[in-house]
């Protein structure tokens, strides 16, 4: 995978990941401050209605000033400035609090105004009554009481199992997308390892492969005639050695970031010349070339990746048993158009995007492959159309032959 691709990836998931967070907690915030409105507005109004109990128990009217104030997120004074009976107080407030659907435990106190203290306060578990010492009897008219949630904050955040569920699933996604990112840069560190011994070996074996292929020239010239088979046999193993050897280094620049220079390419000359070529290089094969130019002229192109392309294409057609290769080029205002046709052995259906794969080999009776090779050759040529910013199409039937064509943006 290229650098850019991780770092679209890893950007991508960042944000995805802040994102996720932002909105789950932007969502809890706002949860938690619409439970707390409720549950203080149900506090308020359920100590407004002991306020009226009272009142209504001492013949009083109800005050005109709201007696109620919270003086912080769980904490509620009022002011009653009447008598209060501790027995109903309590009671009154455990009522009214569970009329509301709140179930949390509560403290509450009495102070007395006039002489600045407070005068009782008791703890209060609404599940169950706790045995307590006798309450005593206030005797000034000036009080108020306070009412005070200890848990209010714990509980509010109790009701968000779902919330709860969404961050543990969240930093499961975290936790995964640390992993992955780990086992990408891993593979990719890997992958770079494994090119630049491809790229190492590949040159290393370029220098002693050029230097067998002269030595075993000047020998054909010096060795007599009948040694000259042997020698013959050793330049057909390096060309093939030097082919595999090209395959790995082209399959090694697929995969790097490096752009590819185009320049204008005589489309007509080119064709000739290569056609030339390999009619001298395949001579003892008895093939029979045919190539057909409809209107060619400049192309803007890489004309030794191109020259790659079509020796892959017709290197592959000679292997699997064609006597006849044509070449088809035309060209409009927009695109070029190549054909490689061939009367070889076919290939099924089945197999047509699967051989443009790396490494992929049409599989063979007990798995046995009578033509040598990496399953590179195909793969390159697709790659490299690709860097071209062209297309490749293939059509072929078994026993009936193959079409490649390929399609090349002139500019």
């Given amino acids: 995978m290229k650098n850019a691709h991780i770092r679209v990836l890893v950007i991508l998931a960042i944000l995805s990941l802040v994102g996720i967070i932002g909105t789950q907690v932007f969502w809890l915030n706002r949860a938690i401050a619409q439970q707390d409105q409720v549950f203080n507005h149900n506090v308020q109004v359920a100590l407004r209605n002991v306020v009226e109990s009272l009142c209504e128990a001492n013949g009083k009217d109800f005050p005109s ?48 105004c006039a002489n600045d203290q407070m005068v009782y306060a008791e703890n209060v578990n609404l599940e169950y009554a706790e045995d307590r010492d006798p309450i005593p009897v206030l005797k000034n008219d000036e009080y108020y009481f306070g009412v005070y949630f200890p848990e209010k904050s714990r509980n509010l955040f109790a009701g968000f199992d779902l919330w709860k569920f969404t961050t543990a699933i969240s930093l499961v996604v975290i936790i995964f997308f640390g992993f992955a990112l780990f086992v990408i840069l891993r593979q990719k560190r890997l992958s770079e390892v494994q090119k630049d011994f491809i790229n190492n070996v590949s040159h290393e074996l370029k ?13 054909n010239e010096r060795t007599a005639e009948k040694d000259k088979k042997y020698v013959g046999i050793i330049q057909k193993e390096v060309g093939r050695l030097q082919k595999n050897v090209e ?79 044509e070449l088809q080029v035309s060209q409009d205002s927009k695109k070029t158009m190549i054909s490689v046709i061939d009367d070889g052995v076919g290939i099924e259906s089945k197999h047509h995007k699967k051989i443009f794969r790396k490494f992929y080999r049409i599989p063979e009776p ?36 193959s079409t490649f064509k390929i399609t090349l943006p002139n500019g």
């Fill in 366 to 401: 007990n798995n046995q492959h009578n033509q040598k090779g990496f399953g590179l050759g195909l793969h390159i040529v697709s790659s490299l159309i690709r860097k071209l910013g062209g297309k490749i199409q293939l059509e072929s039937e078994p026993g009936k032959g």
């Fill in 207 to 219: 220098t002693p492969l050029a230097t067998l292929t002269l030595a075993s020239s000047t020998l």
């Fill in 65 to 112: 000033i709201n007696p109620i104030e919270q003086v912080s997120g769980n904490y509620f004074i009022v002011r009653t400035n009447d008598k209060i009976d501790l027995t109903n107080l309590e009671y009154l407030i455990s009522a009214e609090i569970k009329k509301r659907a709140i179930t949390q435990d509560f403290e509450y106190g009495v102070y007395d």
């Fill in 247 to 325: 395959d790995i280094l082209h399959s090694a620049l697929l995969e790097s970031d490096r752009k590819i220079q185009k320049e204008s390419v005589d489309l007509g000359d080119f064709l000739e010349r290569l056609m030339d070529e390999v009619r001298e290089e395949y001579a003892s094969s008895m093939i029979g070339w045919d190539l057909k130019l409809n209107g060619v002229s400049n192309l803007k192109s890489n004309q030794t990746l191109l020259e790659n392309v079509l020796r892959n294409l017709i290197d592959n057609a000679v292997k699997y048993g064609a006597k006849n290769i």
